[in-house]
């Protein structure tokens, strides 16, 4: 159940909201339209009867489980997450960058500088790094994280990286700026509790064969948790073909504009696997809706540690940041063609 409450309405209607859905052992959380007015989810039913306090504007009883995030809690304003002084979703897309695996200092501060210069406005990198294989770099750690805050501190750009495990949130967040919850702990749900309690931004990437819902629902644990501030990353599903390593599934960027209020990026590095792709895909995800990319970028490919093969060269990243501007201004990068398809 998703009740909206006037501008005008008193704040006791939500406390008193928030105990009897409580009384009644449901789980209640307080969030708000996104104009300013006090909205309460509840997961299941509290009696009508029991709603005749002053100030309710709207009880919906038809929603996602995925009740937060969902367009119905909050449906004439989309989220915008800031990261540093970048704000993602509010409607120039926005370009991330920078090595998959942060390697050596002096390097990053190079590549840092370089993907600036391309025009990207945030840097990735990471410093945990869960690897298929146990004999593979598995990343610099904490000294890699410090490599990342000097790059920032270098060239302003704020950084975006991974963490794996709940117990190192704090420390992963007291040198990013926001944190990166990878494909493969999109359902690590002890590790989402504990960036949910952070305020720090999160980007969620998708697991590679989770449903959508799936993947809202473990957004929702960030938002359930307290953390408003959530970025959607679509960054490809198992295909069956060995030519693509992953599939960038472009549906889901249409798909979770229509459902939640959420900003989403696409990932076509990790989406393709190749590097010949990238492009194209960036700029197809930037036609679907999306509010930015997240692309692998390094001078050196070929010695990149950790995914050459799908990295690109700065000067590619810098012919891309160019295009995807151009079709991002050809869509006029609003939400109306959005909503020439709500409803399907
Ligand atoms: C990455 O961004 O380098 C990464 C490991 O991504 P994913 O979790 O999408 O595989
Ligand atoms: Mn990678």
Redesign the pocket.
Known sequence: MIITMALTAPVSTTTTLLDIAASLGLEARKTDDGAGADVVVVAGSIPRGELDLPGIVEVKEKHPAFMLGSREARPRVRTIVRVGDVEIGAGTPIVMAGP??VEDRDELIEIAHAVKQAGASIL?G?AF??RTSPYAFQGLGERGLQHLADAREATGLPVVT?VMEPDQVEMVAHYADML?I???NMANFNLLKRAGMVRTPVLL?RGFSATMDEWLMSAEYLLAAGNPNVVL?E?GIRGFDPAFRFNLDLNAVPHVKQVSHLPIIV?PS?GTGRRSLVGRMALAGIAAGADGV?I?AHPRPESALV?GNQTITPEELRKLTRQCEAVASLLAYTDAPLSMVAGD
Do not use: F
Request: hydrophobic share 15%; net charge positive.
């Open positions: 998959c695996v990735r990471g790094k869960p991974e990166q990878g494909a493969r990437k990353c960054r990932d990790h997240i692998e995914d």
